[in-house]
């Protein structure tokens, strides 16, 4: 059974970092890209950043470019997110999400498993 | 960045009926590129469709998606109790990866 489970979530102050973790099991987890999906209080899906299998390949949304740091360690079936100079517009809760095909960077794939997220609370 | 909108906002409708949801797109999708998930309160989206008019495994087939180039929907054939939910198109196609903003499939 696929499972993604997300930690480090929590309430932060504006200016400072957290780093996001999601634990993989149940796939092959070097097989498939990855990405961290957004969802603030109420509102819609923003999709964040996806890492490819290799970590050769890395986009973010322009809303993160610069902050935040997507990575990944194959060896640990985990997932990171870096997030620098955060503010109130970071609040959300992040979701990992797992790629439905294989090694699909450059095809393009949707996302077939998404953990149930981790809230990252920006307030003073 | 492909920006995609979806219409209705929410659609008030009784079980039994028939669901049409709309996704447009600010330019052409690659590929038949879109997907569709259902997220309901409290819970991750759960990938529905993907291009454009793939069932996603375990979907039933009342749920269809059709359309290519910028304009998509996603019908639901006969609304069942658990299909109320929120609904977002995604484009995969290009990064980013953009969503909708989602159409919510209320009971009447």
């Known amino acids: 059974e696929v499972q993604l489970v997300e930690s480090g979530g929590g309430l932060v102050q504006p200016g400072r970092s957290l780093r996001l973790s999601c634990a993989a099991s149940g796939f092959t987890f070097d097989d498939y890209a990855m990405h961290w999906v957004r969802q603030a209080p109420g509102k819609g899906l923003e999709w964040v950043s996806g890492?490819?299998?290799?970590?050769?390949?890395?986009a973010y949304a322009d809303s993160v470019k610069g902050r935040f740091t997507i990575s990944r360690d194959n060896g640990k079936n985990s997932l990171y997110l870096q997030m620098n100079s955060l503010s109130a517009e970071d609040t959300a809760l992040y979701h990992c999400?797992?790629?439905?095909?294989?090694?699909?960077?450059?095809?393009?794939?949707?996302?077939?498993?998404w953990g149930q997220g981790t809230l990252v609370t920006v307030s003073s | 960045e492909i920006v995609l909108t979806q219409s209705p906002g929410t659609l008030s409708l009784s079980p039994g009926e028939r669901a049409t949801l709309s996704c447009r797109a600010s330019q052409s999708v690659r590929s038949g590129y879109l997907a569709w998930y259902q997220q309901k309160p409290g819970q991750a989206p759960r990938l529905l469709i993907y291009?454009?008019?793939t069932r996603a495994t375990g979907i039933p087939d009342r749920f269809s998606g059709g359309g290519s180039g910028t304009d998509f929907t996603l019908t639901i054939r006969r609304l069942e109790p658990e299909d109320f939910a929120v609904y977002y198109c995604?484009?995969?196609?290009?990064?980013?990866?953009?969503f909708g903003q989602g159409t919510k499939v209320e009971i009447k």
């Open positions: 291009g454009a008019s």
């Open positions: 999400a797992k790629d439905l095909h294989a090694t699909s960077w450059s095809r393009g794939s949707p996302f077939d498993y």
């Open positions: 890492i490819n299998w290799s970590s050769g390949s890395i």
């Open positions: 995604q484009q995969y196609g290009s990064s980013p990866k953009t």
